[in-house]
């Protein structure tokens, strides 16, 4: 079998450096994250968060699954107390789940790590709906940001999609 023909041609390969990528600020105190990659066709998103002690992110709702590996601290959902995430930690997150993000208040240091997410989070408040955010809300608050001239435009790798004709209609 001969090698088979490059369909993706790519000049460069795709990579960031944690060390030198933008940290965004988000609407939650203490939480920070990084875009790594953003794909709004597919409803994919990989994040890098880092979360403070004392951090409570909404309860939220998964439409997809979740790929989580905890690199460094401690966080738990509040509604499974009896298995908290370390450092090396990798959790599965069936679509249909839900549950609440918490740091304890007295970690003694932030929780941080990488999410792979596919579809939405379906955000609340106590029991009312709060925000969604997939990967289009989560680059429209980055290119909104920017146009605003509150940051520069960070780094992360987004693919060329979006739907259009091969061929244009007749």
Do not use: C
Request: glycine share 10%; no cysteine; proline share 9%.
């Amino acid at each position: 079998m001969s090698l088979p023909t490059v369909t993706t041609h790519q000049d460069r390969l795709l990579t960031l450096n944690m060390e030198t990528a933008t940290r965004l600020p988000t609407e939650v105190p203490g939480v920070t994250i990084t875009p790594l990659f953003l794909d709004r066709e597919h409803g994919i998103w990989v994040l890098y968060g880092r979360f403070e002690p004392g951090t409570i992110l909404p309860k939220h709702f998964h439409t997809g699954t979740v790929h989580f590996y905890t690199t460094r601290g401690m966080w738990q959902y509040a509604e499974y107390p009896d298995d908290p995430q370390t450092a090396g930690s990798y959790l599965y997150e069936p679509g249909g789940s839900i549950h609440t993000f918490t740091v304890p208040a007295d970690a003694s240091e932030a929780a941080e790590g990488f999410m792979v997410v596919h579809g939405a989070n379906i955000n609340f408040v106590g029991d009312d709906f709060h925000s969604i955010m997939d990967a289009g809300a989560i680059e429209a608050a980055i290119l909104g940001a920017v146009s605003a001239g509150m940051m520069p435009m960070p780094r992360y790798i987004r693919p060329n999609g979006g739907a259009a004709f091969s061929v244009p209609p007749a």
